[in-house]
Every structure is written in C-alpha cells, then in structure tokens.
C-alpha cells in the first residue's frame, strides 16, 4: 500500500475521481482512481434537471475539484483504476493535518447511505 497527497480533479461519479497525485520530488502524475471497498449505483433516478446521483453529490459538495487529501492505493481493479482509500480535512490541504486526524471519504459514503459494501467481483 503507498499513500500519496493528492489533488481532486474531477468526480466522475460516486466512486470514481480523477486526481493529481504527488509522488515527490515535484513529480506529479494524474490517474482515475476507484473508492476502494464499496460501490454506489451508475445512475440513481430522473428528474425534471437531469440526472440525480447523491454520492456524487456529497463529494462534490464536501470535496470539490481543487479540494486536497491523502489516498492510501492498493493495486488495480479489473478496469486498470487504482482502488484508494481516501482521506480529507474539508478546507485543509496540509497533508500532515489530514493524516493527524482525517475523514474517512470511503467509510462516509457507506455511513450515509450512499453506497454499498464491495469486496469485487460480480455485483
């Protein structure tokens, strides 16, 4: 496992972001990582403004794209994404703060309601 501070690019759904990872040495790379250990539906429901997707939703509104965290990656899923367990400070981007006394952004999807247990394989 390796733990890397990182950038939030782009949410492309309720387990998938893109992000800037630092790997030191000011050398950056930037690469789709799956929220490892859960999976939240595709697409939720319609409405009248479009689609609806509240993890979507609640990581937009508590990490929005330039928010910094910590992610901890374990190896590629079945997709070539890296499954991380990511951890932030809403409006904190020391990462020494996030990592004294972090939130848990996997743990808080599956607290709310947003997403379910997943461990791999068939759905």
């Known amino acids: ?3 890397y ?3 939030i690019l782009k949410v492309v759904d309720g387990d998938t972001l893109k992000l800037d990872l630092d790997l030191g040495f000011r050398c950056h790379i930037f690469e789709t990582v ?3 250990r859960l999976d939240t539906p595709e697409v939720v429901n319609y409405e009248a403004t479009g689609i609806v997707d509240p993890a979507k939703s609640y990581i937009e509104n ?3 794209v330039g928010s910094f965290c910590v992610v901890q990656i374990t190896r590629q899923e079945k997709y070539g994404r890296w499954l991380a ?3 932030y400070l809403p409006n904190e981007s020391d990462p020494m703060k996030i ?3 972090p939130r848990c952004l996997n743990d808080e999807l599956l607290r709310g309601g947003f997403a379910k247990s997943y461990s791999g394989g068939k759905k």
Do not use: D, I, Q
């Open 62 to 64: 508590n990490l929005p």
């Open 85 to 87: 367990e990511l951890f």
């Open 99 to 101: 990592t004294v006394n």
């Open 34 to 36: 799956r929220l490892a």
């Open 1 to 3: 496992m390796f733990s």
């Open 5 to 7: 501070y990182a950038k």
